[in-house]
């Protein structure tokens, strides 16, 4: 294997031959206007996300008295990107909720009937 210092290395690029340098600046510059688009962008979103999050949560609570919602993974640990997803589980403060199978059929059926009625839900 034939080792070549980092100095000596050229890449190619769209109009030509660059130094490393200028490749490691041209990168850095996109990654910071990347970073700076996602802040912006969640900065942006984020009043939005809640507020949709705020809703279910009052639609869960008419299905699911005695339960909340969760916020979990990336949006719940800031690390979310314009476009991920927001992962909630519902959590029931009865232990034994998961148990009553027939009515927690129910529940969730109501849920989706009241998901429905939203003109925020396709």
């Not at 050229?10 to 130094?19: D, E, I, S, W």
């Not at 993974?73 to 403060?93: E, F, M, Q, R």
């Not at 034994?96 to 059929?105: D, F, G």
Request: charge should be negative; glycine fraction near 4%; hydrophobic fraction near 35%.
């Amino acid at each position: 294997i034939q080792r070549v210092k980092l100095e000596e290395l050229r890449f190619k690029y769209n109009f030509g031959v660059l130094p490393t340098e200028m490749v490691y600046d041209l990168l850095d510059k996109e990654v910071k206007e990347f970073a700076h688009y996602v802040e912006l962008a969640i900065r942006t979103s984020r009043p939005v996300r809640d507020s949709l999050i705020e809703k279910l949560g009052e639609i869960v609570g008419q299905s699911f008295p005695e339960s909340d919602i969760k916020v979990y993974g990336s949006y719940a640990t800031n690390l979310c990107l314009p476009w991920s997803d927001i992962d909630l589980v519902i959590d029931h403060k009865d232990p034994n909720w998961k148990y009553q199978s027939a009515k927690t059929i129910d529940d969730f059926a109501g849920l989706h009937n009241s998901l429905e009625k939203t003109s925020w839900v396709e």
